[in-house]
């Protein structure tokens, strides 16, 4: 069975591609595009299908959304030839009864990768672990949404996600005198949900996204610490 050799780097490579994916998707996300849009773009960009003009014109026109595309297309094309040798080679050495062995074994393959990939706990892991990664490395500590907005010199609207070591954690608005401190949140994404201009006694929790408005210095200082 001389093509498993070949039949496991495909598996692999598929396994790691779908990581990718949902790596890019959330690069995308802390951009400020929405969930499904920031999935559907990063899997467009990925296989090369579906990354229409229309589609990918709020990707192309953001330098940062930019840069992540253009590292999933060069991926995505070393994926696809990487699975298309692979998988060929596993199917071209296997011989007699070997070979529907093989095409039951990729199959198989495929469906438990599948299903991993669906598999919410899992997901839910892999998304916090590379958010928890993105937002200490500071890449996008300074996420702007759609529309930065540039009132006043040093002032604007950013998107910055709160660690679980961020010292804003379990406290409220009120408590950590954010308004006092010039700093306006206007809105909390916390997973699917949207808490628009929450109460002073909001309780900040890990994992949200405030939407913000103050002193961009400030606000980068505010976010760094606990880092």
Not at 8 to 26: D, E, G, K, Q
Not at 34 to 60: M, N, P, W, Y
Request: proline share 3%; charged share 20%.
């Amino acid at each position: 069975m001389s093509g498993l050799y070949f039949l496991l780097p495909t598996l692999l490579v598929i396994f790691i591609s779908f990581l990718i994916i949902r790596t890019a998707a959330i690069a995308l996300m802390m951009t400020g595009l929405d969930e499904k849009r920031a999935k559907f773009q990063a899997l467009s960009a990925f296989s090369g299908t579906g990354f229409t003009t229309r589609e990918a014109e709020s990707v192309i026109n953001h330098p940062k959304r930019r840069r992540i595309v253009s590292w999933l297309m060069i991926l995505g094309n070393a994926g696809i030839v990487m699975v298309v040798v692979t998988a060929t080679s596993s199917l071209v050495t296997s011989k007699g009864y070997h070979l529907p062995i093989d095409i039951l074994l990729l199959l198989a393959g495929i469906v438990l990768i599948y299903k991993l990939a669906t598999h919410r706990g899992f997901i839910r892991r892999w998304e916090s672990f590379i958010e928890d990664k993105f937002a200490k490395s500071g890449v996008f500590e300074e996420g702007v949404t759609e529309d930065l907005l540039h009132l006043i010199e040093g002032y604007g609207l950013v998107r910055v996600m709160v660690t679980e070591s961020s010292p804003l954690v379990g406290g409220s608005v009120a408590e950590h005198k954010l308004t006092e401190k010039g700093i306006l949140v206007l809105g909390i994404e916390r997973g699917k949900a949207w808490i628009p201009i929450p109460k002073s006694a909001e309780t900040i929790q890990s994992g949200d996204k405030l939407i913000a408005y103050g002193s961009l210095k400030f606000l980068k200082d505010l976010f760094s610490e606990g880092k």
